[in-house]
DNA sequence: TATAAGTTATCGTATTACGATAATGTTGTG
DNA sequence: CACAACATTATCGTAATACGATAACTTATA
């Protein structure tokens, strides 16, 4: 009984663990391998592959590596298409696309984190490697500094304490302090503004929604390249933008989840 | 010890199995509900939803209704990015959308279906539901059958006795030996298509891969709308489907997976 | 071919997940 | 408002199962 509740069903935790050490790294593992990353038995991994791959989560190779099978696909597809929000807030999505002609994203909070539920994204030759089910920091996006921007400030506190800044380009914040300047400048504004700060060359303008508590638990943005990005974009995309968020407040506050 | 290999973990497949009870039909279940639609005890049904929201793969909304967290789209993302063959082909699927202009897909066979791996859409007044992870039958969709069309005959002949036809409208192909002619049709040609078969007013293109053993284990296709599909479209986009699917066997064959 | 490393199979034991039941909480109805 | 019906949470003894050590076997490596 190591961590957490009561209820500890340890073969199905240590299952999904197995399944979430594979990434663009690590694409096929064998079992020793696995048994070293994860910290498991090696006769625990051989349980848990053996019964991961009899359901398809898993695939073999002839050379007896894992690799993540299509039913993990299958699976991250149930998601958007069992999640209420996403499926009523799709066609003002894709409206505002359509309205200003940019990368628009719908992102929930998840933890210390947002991640991208909806993408609609605009064919340019700067593509970035973001999708549906990419998690990015709350610091340096402009989904994230929204929400930041509307949280508590006891929540904000104790979120800064315990988050790890990491300078992904020059423009990034990483102290606490600028961090909570560039809040304040955005609760007064009502969105927030990425200025390259995640990425170079990538700039983003995010407004945030709520909760039928008044949480602030996603965001809506739009995504330009920097050479186009000013403060008069800003402005023209701010309204539908708004109107949008808008619009998933409203679908949370009326549908009681 | 009920079906399958020797080692079971129990708690993973039910765990697993409780996550795929979601859909779009059943977004937020209680806790009975999810007991009587997976058959399992109501104390266990605790044991796993107590688990899987603890680790995140699931939500509790303060209706007390159960849905699927954020944790399983990261998952299902996961898997795309670790798929060497999306990685390596990503490029080639742009310069094909490109090339032809039209709606792009990789479709990988899992078990009697494909699963779209990859999608590249066109943006048009009629948009399918259809996304990274979607499942579609073999004998209604291009990339399917074009899979088909290279099996052995006695593959085939075991899929035709196990697969449950579904009209989904008027051409929908519904008995074997309609199928069975048109594979071989589709075989002589190299390719198969998809005319209106699975939804009105879509057509498609399809040209399967093979993996190093000689085997179809997926296909790439392209998709326009019933107005614009004739056979000189389909003899422009042959040479860059087959150019494409021919990276892709490739790609296979030299990387020992 | 010899040696090491990795994988599969076996098995007794301690742990754990199981499911019945009871207690508590919630919702709907007269 | 009180009662009934239902759903959720907690408790607990037992049977089952997952655990991990070990051995047998297979595959890579020098």
Request: no cysteine.
């Given at each position: 009984m190591s961590s957490g509740g009561i209820h500890h069903l340890k073969s199905l935790e240590k299952g999904l663990a197995l399944l979430e050490a594979f990434g663009p790294e690590t694409q096929a593992m064998t079992l020793t391998e696995l048994s070293q990353r994860c910290g498991f038995h090696i006769s625990t991994v051989q349980r848990l592959t053996a019964t991961l791959c009899r359901l398809g989560y898993l695939k073999r190779d002839h050379a007896k590596r894992y690799h993540l099978g299509l039913k993990v696909i299958k699976l991250g597809y149930r998601v958007t298409q069992s999640m209420a929000l996403r499926t009523f807030l799709l066609p003002y999505l894709r409206d505002l696309f359509e309205e200003i002609d940019q990368t628009v994203n719908l992102f929930l909070l998840e933890g210390d984190e947002v991640v991208i539920v909806e993408r609609i994204e605009k064919r340019q030759i700067l593509q970035y490697n973001?999708?549906?089910?990419s998690g990015l920091p709350l610091y340096c996006t402009a989904a994230g500094k929204a929400i930041l921007s509307h949280m508590e400030e006891e929540w904000v506190n104790a979120f800064l304490e315990r988050v790890n800044f990491k300078?992904?380009?020059?423009?990034?914040?990483?102290?606490p302090q600028a961090l909570k300047e560039a809040l304040k400048v955005s609760r007064e504004q009502g969105y927030a503004v990425n200025i390259?700060?995640?990425?170079?060359g990538a700039c983003a303008v995010g407004v945030a929604f709520f909760d039928k508590t008044g949480i602030p638990c996603g965001a809506i943005s739009a995504a330009a390249p920097a050479q186009f990005f000013n403060m008069e974009m800003v402005k023209r995309y701010l309204e539908p933008l708004k109107r949008t968020a808008g619009a998933a407040s409203q679908f949370l506050g009326n549908h009681k989840d």
């Open positions: 973001l999708h549906t089910g300078a992904f380009t020059p423009h990034t914040l990483t102290t390259q700060e995640l990425a170079l």
